[in-house]
Structure formats: C-alpha cells, structure tokens
C-alpha cells in the first residue's frame, strides 16, 4: 500500500503539471500566436487612390472620428462647420489610403484567437465604389504587431505596432486655431492702440523714433529720439507717455498663443453671452499698417 501511494502522488502532480502546461500554452497561443505559421512578406491590405476616396471613420473605445472630403477640402462629417485643421485632416486620409501589412495568416475559423470577432477599432474607408472596413484585433508582443482582416474575409493580416496612432484624434487634435498675425515690421507698423471699457476708450498713439542727424563732418546736430507711446484719456486728452504700458500691450495682443478652447463658430447672441462676450468687459484693438 505504501508503495502504491508514493506512486500515486508523483503520478497526481505530473496530471496537474500537464494540466498547467496545456492551459498555459493555450492561453499563450491565444494572446500571443507565437508559433503561428506566418507568411513573412509584405502585404496591401488596402490600397486606394487619395483622389477617389470621399470619407475615412476610425472607431475605438475612446476615439470616434469620421472626416469627408469634398472639393479638395475636409470636413468633420458630424459638423461640417467645425474649424478643422486641413493638414491634420490630410495626415488622416493619408493614413487611410495605403496600408500595408508585414505578413498574413489563414484565420478561418479562428478569428477569436486573434481578437477578431470583436475588433477594438475598425478604420472605415469610403470610395465612389463603395466602403472598405479594416478591423484591428489583438495586439501580437513577439511580433509587434496587431492582427487584422478587411471586411469578413478569412485572412488575417499583421499591422505595424503603430498603426493605430495614425487614426488617434480627439477633436483638439483636430480644430485649428486661430492666429494673431504680428506685423510686417513690428511695433513700428502701429498707429494706435485703443482699450475700450464701461468707462469710455483710452488711447495709446504710437509715435515713431527719430534717429540723430549729423553734419558732414559728423557733428551730430539733432539728437536720435526713441519711439513711444503717448496716452490720451476718455475725453481725449493728453495724459502722458506711456511706452511701458503701450509695449505691454502690443506684447499680450501679439506674443498670446491660442492653444485652448470650448466652442467654435460662436455668433449668435445666446451663445455670446454664455462667455460674457455680448458685453465683454475690455476690447482691446490695434491699428497698424499691413505690408
């Protein structure tokens, strides 16, 4: 009886061992593939003419985005009338239009291995011919990859690692900012500087430097004077100079980089007036000399 028990506890833990190996090597298979049989050469998995396509859509969990081209612009196709970024929405549809594979698979009936069944993103490309979707699975570490496969067929195709990158936009990746253009020739283009409040305006003019004029010999007959800002109060009248005041003005008009926003095309009164800008509490306006 001894013997027959020492016997059995070995036998038991090599049961629970093969066990492990199996289910450890399934899971590993599932997640990873990395004994796939893959055919190691370069595929298109899509190809299309920039020209012809007419909407790209990108879909994930966090990210829902679809651009439209028309008339050689883009447009967001839930607003058209969102300031969008041109450049960026090219990059977009660029991304769109050739997108190559480093391999491919026969994933017949075993599109669940590869995260397939339900993708985590799906790119949409919309030609004249009608739409392409390219489902994106698991996510392959040994490879460095992420599984593939365009509309329902059985071929799955290995991505680039960022691959995914290229369709991550949030709509602040995506608007376009306005500018605030400096002059041509700086400070010097300006003829004025009006601040308008309850109060009335104030106004800072801009007078120009004069340099210093000297006789032939070199003399100097007039001394160099610098460029300033003189201030007129509300009803106009000579205050004083007021250059420092004047240069910090010209500096937080121009040197302001507007990166932040919370609506756009904002014009009606309603919509104003949410931001305090019906009656804004200070307008500040630069004349200058465009060149």
């Known amino acids: 009886m001894k013997s027959a028990k020492k016997l059995i506890a070995p036998l038991i833990i090599l049961v629970v061992a093969v066990a492990v190996y199996f289910i450890a090597t399934g899971i590993a298979r599932k997640a ?30 966090k990210y829902d985005i679809a651009i439209e081209k028309s008339e050689e ?38 599109l669940a291995d590869y995260g397939l069944e339900e993708p985590q993103a799906t790119v949409t490309v919309g030609t004249s011919g009608g739409e392409t979707v390219i489902s994106v ?11 593939c496969r ?3 067929g059985d071929t799955v195709y290995l991505l680039s690692s960022d691959f995914l990158g290229y ?6 990746d995506l608007i376009v900012h306005e500018k605030v253009e400096k002059p041509s020739n700086g ?19 801009y007078v120009p430097g004069v340099e210093a004029e000297t006789d032939e010999d070199g003399n100097e007959i007039t001394a160099a004077v ?19 005041t004047g240069e910090k003005i010209y500096d937080a008009v121009f040197g302001s980089s507007l990166t932040d926003w919370v609506d ?9 007036e949410k931001y305090g800008l019906n009656a804004p509490f200070r307008t500040v306006t630069v004349y200058y000399t465009a060149t």
């Open 32 to 61: 990873n593939r990395s004994d796939e049989i893959v055919q190691q050469t370069e595929v298109t998995v899509f190809s299309g003419d920039g020209a012809e396509i007419k909407t790209v859509s990108f879909k994930s969990e």
């Open 264 to 272: 756009y095309n904002v014009t009606e009164e309603e919509r104003l």
């Open 73 to 110: 612009r883009y447009y967001l196709a839930s607003d058209r009338g969102f300031p969008l970024n041109q450049t960026t929405a090219g990059y977009f549809f660029s991304a769109a239009s050739e997108i190559t594979g480093s391999g491919s698979i026969d994933g017949k009936g075993r």
């Open 150 to 152: 365009l509309n329902d």
């Open 167 to 172: 369709f991550e936009y949030t709509l602040d």
């Open 187 to 205: 400070i010097s283009d300006v003829a004025r500087i009006t601040v308008e409040s309850d109060g009335g305006i104030l106004e800072y003019r």
């Open 226 to 244: 610098d460029a300033r800002f003189d201030l007129y109060d509300y009803d106009g009248q000579f205050v004083g100079e007021a250059t420092e």
């Open 137 to 147: 699975g698991d996510y392959n570490k040994y490879s460095g990859s992420y599984y």
